[in-house]
Each structure stands twice: as C-alpha cells, then as structure tokens.
C-alpha cells in the first residue's frame, strides 16, 4: 500500500494541459508513470508510522518447562504473535524479537506481544539490543540497549538501563499512546528509574557496582547458553566503568568463562 506524494500535481498538469489546447490524454498516461514511480509505503512517510506485528521466538528454557505462550507449555523455536502472551512459573526462558533483540523472562513473569512495543504487565525481563517496551501505563523507547524492566503487583516498575539510554513516557490509557501533556524522561546508561503506577517519575538514582554485580550475577544472567545480541557493548561499558568487576555468567564473552551446561531434562522439541 502506498500514497502518491504527487497527488496535487496530478491536478495542476491536467488544468494546465486544458487551457493549452492541448490533449489531456498524453499528459494523464504520463502523470500515472510519475506517480507510480514515486509512490512510496506508508511507513516510510513521516507522522506514518508503520504497525508492525510483534513476534517472539522461545530460544531457551532454563529451570524446568513452566513457560507458556498463552496458557499452553511453551517448546524452544515456537513463535509467539501478537497478541499473544509469554509467561513464566518456577522456569525462566530467553525470547528473540523480530527486532533482533533478545529477552530474559525471571520467573513468574507475564509479557504480552503487541505492535511496536511488547507490554511487561508482572515480573521481569532483561532486554538486550533494539527494542521498545512498555508498561500499562508507560513506553520505554530504547537505541540499542542492554536494560533491566520489572513490573509489581500495585503497577508501579523500576528501569535499570546497565548500558545506553531510554527514553520514557507516560501513556494516556493502558496500552495507548503516550501523554503529550508529559515530558519524557531520558535514563541513562548507569541510572535506575523508579516510575509510579501512572507511569510518572518517582525517582533518579544511580547503579552501583553492587547493582551491576547482582543483576550479572543473578537469574537474568546464570545459566544461559545463548549468547545476549548486545553483550559485548554491556561488556565494553561495564567494565570501562568499574574495572575490577568480573562476568562469571555471560556465556560467550571470553575464553575465561566457561560454557554454562544446559540443564537436566534439556530441551526437548514437540
């Protein structure tokens, strides 16, 4: 599907070729090739943008099988679309958006597929590479990020972006566009955002190298084999940043770190 950007023109030649005298058929035939030629999709048009349908691959099960796309047990390279859902009980689990970017699930999380953003609506995810995420009541848009989103039971979440920078922005209504009335909030590489259940700013802080040595050390991080798309960036800023900090779970980063083993019962194609 396309809009002719030379809709206006059209009308100017044929009034033109009119009072001339001359015949509008040759001028006609010759506007549909002009405009044929410099039609263009919608989404590249600007204030159009395009509506993709999120996807999500399952590309790691870990602590068991209690992941679900909906309420069925989820199995690796399953696809999950819009508007589906992606949940964990006592298992945790690694997604790969059709963005290119990846996603850790901790346990008893619940993440919904939806067109430009996915919505965490309980629990936690580790986000690595490009792509946009959201709340029920804020959007998280991100260039290129290695960040941390979790959502509690009263609504209210904490950003914690370990490398690049988010932008957030209260929505309107749950799961609608953002609130132009409310300036968004740029979270740097390094800082945590505490949001309320409106999606407004609570709070500013900055990631301490304790922060950072519990998260890489933690469920989101342990136990994986699949290699994170941005973990060599998060890598470079860490350790630029605080030197002495090791990454004893990141798969893949060096020769020093061991492959983790995958676990007992493994992953099992249906």
């Known amino acids: 599907m396309g809009v002719p950007i030379l809709a206006a023109f059209h009308t100017t030649g044929m009034h033109h070729s009119v009072s001339s005298g001359l015949s509008s058929r040759p001028a006609e035939a010759g506007l549909r090739l002009v405009l044929a030629a410099v039609t263009v999709p919608l989404a590249l048009l600007p204030g159009l943008p395009a509506a993709a349908s999120e996807s999500a691959e399952i590309q790691e099960i870990l602590d068991g099988r209690e992941m679900y796309v909906d309420a069925?047990?989820?199995?690796?390279?399953?696809?999950?679309?819009?508007?589906?859902?992606?949940?964990?009980?006592?298992?945790r689990g690694q997604l790969l958006f059709d963005s290119g970017a990846a996603g850790r699930l901790n346990r008893f999380s619940l993440l919904q597929l939806g067109a430009g953003c996915y919505r965490l609506q309980s629990g936690e995810i580790l986000v690595s590479g490009r792509q946009n995420g959201c709340t029920r009541s804020a959007r998280m848009s991100v260039r290129g990020t290695n960040y941390v989103l979790s959502v509690s039971e009263?609504?209210?979440?904490?950003?914690?972006?370990?490398?690049?920078?988010?932008?957030?922005?209260?929505?309107?209504?749950?799961?609608?566009a953002v609130d132009p009335d409310e300036e968004p909030v740029v979270v740097a590489a390094g800082e945590k955002a505490a949001l309320t259940p409106q999606g407004l700013l609570r709070e500013l802080t900055d990631l301490l190298e304790s922060d950072y040595r519990r998260i890489l050390g933690g469920p989101l991080f342990r136990g994986y084999a699949v290699p994170l798309p941005g973990r060599l960036s998060l890598e470079s800023y860490v350790r630029?940043?605080?030197p002495s900090l090791t990454f004893p779970s990141i798969p893949g980063a060096g020769r020093s770190i061991p492959t983790p083993r995958i676990p007992t019962g493994g992953f099992r194609l249906f």
């Open 154 to 176: 009263d609504g209210s979440s904490e950003l914690s972006v370990l490398e690049g920078e988010v932008e957030v922005q209260p929505t309107i209504e749950e799961g609608g």
């Open 72 to 91: 069925r047990q989820a199995r690796l390279n399953q696809v999950a679309r819009q508007p589906q859902s992606v949940s964990t009980r006592n298992s």
């Open 240 to 242: 630029s940043r605080y």
